[in-house]
């Protein structure tokens, strides 16, 4: 019942402060993770992994389960909401969820991943990334001559450049371009083996779905019509972005 669930928890979060304190877990460290049983259990009546609470019903019932729990959230989604139920339910049989702590990054610009995502609960900002190279000019009547002595004879390089040198540097930067809430999608382009084309960062304690490429691949050979949607919101995602770069590095140069 409820008042046994409640002492069992009660015991399992004792047990985890003990444990780390006694093995000298970093405080920084042990708030996170009680910040993360308290998310995770105060959410229970909603949360995705409270699936775990039926892991000795027989398989067959738990995809019934996971289908009636699920399939509300996913035809909501635009990718989704056209697909035959036989597909949707190939989809949903294949999904995991997972919890992304505030301040996470879910996925970074430029690395190659093999999952995609569905946001469930929560709020996650997409950030482009790029170097922004910057050139600067020494000053001028400087050489590697122009050396100061200190007072005890030693000579110190002023770090001066003669005015014909100029030098380089590059600073990584990010700026947010949307914020994602329930429904919203990212990761697809793993499916093509594509590197991200921008990162996406949790705000909140973020719940997601998770669906891995190699997967939806399978399933899309028994229904093409998978394949189609996911082509085409990869390239309108990916052309949006672009059309973001594009504007930034134009604010750059006003």
């Not at 122009?146 to 700026?175: A, I, L």
Request: proline share 4%.
């Amino acid at each position: 019942n409820l008042d046994s669930t409640n002492a069992i928890r009660h015991r399992k979060i004792e047990s985890i402060e003990l444990y780390m304190r006694h093995a000298g877990v970093p405080g920084y460290l042990r708030r996170a993770i009680m910040g993360y049983y308290d998310y995770v259990w105060e959410c229970s009546g909603q949360n995705i992994g409270d699936l775990d609470l039926f892991k000795e019903l027989p398989a067959s019932l738990r995809l019934r389960l996971k289908v009636a729990l699920r399939h509300k959230r996913v035809v909501e989604i635009p990718l989704f909401q056209y697909l035959p139920a036989p597909c949707l339910i190939a989809l949903i049989s294949e999904m995991t969820s997972t919890i992304a702590l505030p301040g996470e990054y879910i996925v970074k610009s430029g690395t190659y991943g093999e999952k995609m995502y569905i946001v469930d609960h929560g709020q996650a900002q997409v950030l482009l990334t790029r170097d922004v190279e910057k050139k600067g000019e020494g000053e001028t009547g400087k050489t590697d001559s122009d050396d100061e002595d200190d007072s005890d004879g030693h000579v110190h390089s002023t770090g001066e450049k003669p005015d014909h040198m100029s030098y380089y540097g590059s600073q990584r930067r990010e700026k947010v371009i949307d914020v994602m809430t329930s429904g919203a999608f990212f990761g697809e382009s793993a499916l093509y083996g594509k590197p991200r084309n921008a990162s996406v960062r949790a705000l909140q304690y973020c719940e997601l779905l998770v669906l891995h490429a190699r997967r939806v691949l399978q399933i899309s050979e028994s229904f093409p019509e998978l394949a189609a949607v996911i082509a085409h919101a990869e390239e309108l995602n990916r052309t949006k972005r672009h059309v973001h770069m594009f504007k930034w590095e134009l604010e750059d140069h006003q």
